[in-house]
């Protein structure tokens, strides 16, 4: 069985800070991990995955993210924050272990203070 | 590349009609397209999977007779909500996969906000 945690529904973090989103997963293979954002009203964009090889991710707008295997975590980072960032975002887990279906976590609304 | 765009962006329907959400690959073609289901402030949930030229896969306690699903090419998928209700106002969100590529890797549609009156 598969599944996802994103620890904190609600972040907060001041303009420039460190943005820190957790995920965790639980998956009896090798996983893929997404982190997805979504801004209010719109699908979801694709910021980052992990299928296979390094383990530190780069993705858009300068977030990345390191799959930890024996921590089963992909948590998702940006060293500065933007007001920009403030938005909805989404880890999910899918694999061959999931017959190709996607698993999303309860997801993680950030807020930038200025 | 790798586009999908569902149309339309918001629909608002008298109870009782039925309503029809495309879901378009439109630099790729996908052979498998996902629906998913979005409550405010909540994850989505995995409605069906569409398969192109065969039925679509339903998930547990989904109503294949109200949510219709058409996949006829590879870069058309449809939902029809079928005789809508207010409790099917809900964000709707379609997505697809690569051909070739990990099939788990998966597009987004901007969605349909459906509001039943």
Known sequence: AQSVTQL???VSVSEGALVLLRCNYSSSVPPYLFWYVQYPNQGLQLLLKYTTGATLVKGINGFEAEFKKSETSFHLTKPSAHMSDAAE???????????????FGTGTSLTVIP | GAVVSQHPSWVICKSGTSVKIECRSLDFQATTMFWYRQFPKQSLMLMATSNEGSKATYEQGVEKDKFLINHASLTLSTLTVTSAHPEDSSFYICSAGLAGEAKNIQYFGAGTRLSVL
């Open chain 1, 8 to 10: 904190g529904s609600h």
């Open chain 1, 89 to 103: 975002y989404f880890c999910a887990v899918s694999g061959p272990g999931t017959g190709n279906q996607f698993y």
